[in-house]
């Protein structure tokens, strides 16, 4: 008895976040995520290593053409 109410529990449980999912605005969330990448696809926090030397080369490159 006691793994039927819990299997029964179990059951409701998925069928509640199967519903919460269903209601998820994913366009809006998608949109909210983009302003954390660059144009290149490279995420603003997560590749700040690989952005800073990207930043670095372009910023040397345009000294070397001011000259």
Known sequence: MAAFVILLFFCLVCGVG???LRRVDWHAIEEDNERYYTPD?????YDRKILRRLYSQNSTAAE???E
């Open 18 to 20: 199967g519903c919460a």
């Open 64 to 66: 070397t053409n001011d």
């Open 41 to 45: 696809g490279y995420h603003i926090y």
